[in-house]
């Protein structure tokens, strides 16, 4: 039987809803509450459980262990915990933990498990009046931490970083995102309960540049704080910079799946160019004929590429005013 919870008691001859005032906090008790503190700015908030995820080669790892390395030599403990890292790349890492005082925990590579982990993390949840307010915990793959499509798990295994949460320790995970978006969002792996049990949920948008380099932009799905846009750049020498300007590259992602998407159109466009023709409908009936386009793709991509700050810029348009028609013609590529 549940044992039942009797109300706060009320005195009628006020009003009924007078009980509420023992839930309402005043000015003072918020005024007791201490702001949140960045362990690193418009990314991590101290105390909180956060979810970072992307897609394979998105630079997850590379940006937040030397994230890391920045909160070690602002005076936190660091754990990170990587069970998915191969063999040649442990040196490596291993040397620039040394370096940046960061406690890298490599537990297949001492012959342990993440079950041997969890056990020593549920150990320090479970220990009295700990304070852990100086320690951070990364956890790099999720996936190798719980089964995420498992409710039950998941569940379990976030009960077990709130309670670290709720000693002060400040608990970031790494994961991936599935293969099929929603538009043109990125969806975390794993089952849905992941985004309601964190604080926060920070998705990494990669661009790869002709130099070599990524550009990562930080979309936060869910926040409780308030985060400013913020990029970085992984270098071709794989060192990291933040970037002094926001670079939207959920913006540049989305025209680069339009352009994919429209290639076809674009290749039966100028071919009807190099074939002599002109104007719109000549273009039209072109694509029409020999490419099997409809007129409403081939406009739809004609106004899509054609002004001057199109991205890219691939048709020069031009209005014939005596036969009010338009007239179309290449782009020259730049040298």
Not at 126 to 142: F, G, P, Q, R
Not at 233 to 242: G, K, N, Q, Y
Not at 247 to 269: C, E, G, H, P, R
Request: glycine fraction near 8%; include cysteine.
């Amino acid at each position: 039987m549940l044992k039942q919870i009797k109300p706060d008691p009320i005195h009628f001859e006020q009003k009924p809803t007078d009980w509420t005032k023992g839930f309402i906090m005043t000015k003072e008790e918020i005024d007791q509450i201490a702001d949140p503190d960045w362990v690193v700015l418009n990314m991590f908030i101290q105390s909180h459980l956060v979810a970072i995820s992307a897609e394979a080669n998105a630079g997850k790892t590379t940006i937040v262990f030397h994230l890391a390395g920045e909160m070690a030599a602002n005076g936190f403990e660091v754990l990170y915990i990587n069970a998915d890292i191969a063999g040649g790349d442990a040196k490596g890492m291993w040397q620039q933990a040394q370096e940046k005082g960061v406690n890298l925990l490599l537990p297949d590579f001492k012959g342990k498990n993440m079950m041997q982990v969890r056990a020593h993390l549920e150990n320090m949840a479970s220990k009295e009046n700990a304070d852990y307010s100086d320690i951070v915990l990364i956890v790099d793959t999720l996936k190798k931490f719980v089964d995420l499509m498992s409710k039950g798990g998941v569940k379990m295994a976030f009960n077990l970083f709130r309670k670290l949460n709720a000693k002060g320790m400040t608990v970031i995970t790494l994961g991936h995102v599935n293969k099929h978006k929603i538009g043109d969002k990125p969806i975390f792996e794993g089952v849905g309960d992941i985004r309601n049990d964190v604080d926060e949920l920070i998705y990494f948008l990669p661009v790869k540049n002709d130099d070599g380099s990524i550009t990562v932009s930080i979309d936060v799905d869910k926040g409780r704080g308030n985060f400013e846009p913020t990029t970085f750049t992984i270098l071709s020498d794989r060192s990291v910079r933040r970037e002094k300007q926001f670079i939207d590259t959920a913006n540049i992602l989305a025209k680069k799946a339009q352009y994919k998407k429209d290639i076809v159109f674009i290749d039966s466009i100028n071919a009807a160019l190099d074939d002599g023709c002109k104007n719109q409908k000549e273009i039209i009936d072109f694509c029409s004929k020999k490419g099997g386009v409809g007129k409403n793709s081939v406009l739809n991509v004609l106004q899509r590429y054609s002004g001057r700050f199109s991205d890219p810029w691939l048709w020069r348009r031009d209005k014939q005013f005596k036969r009010n028609t338009l007239i179309y013609e290449k782009v020259p590529p730049l040298d």
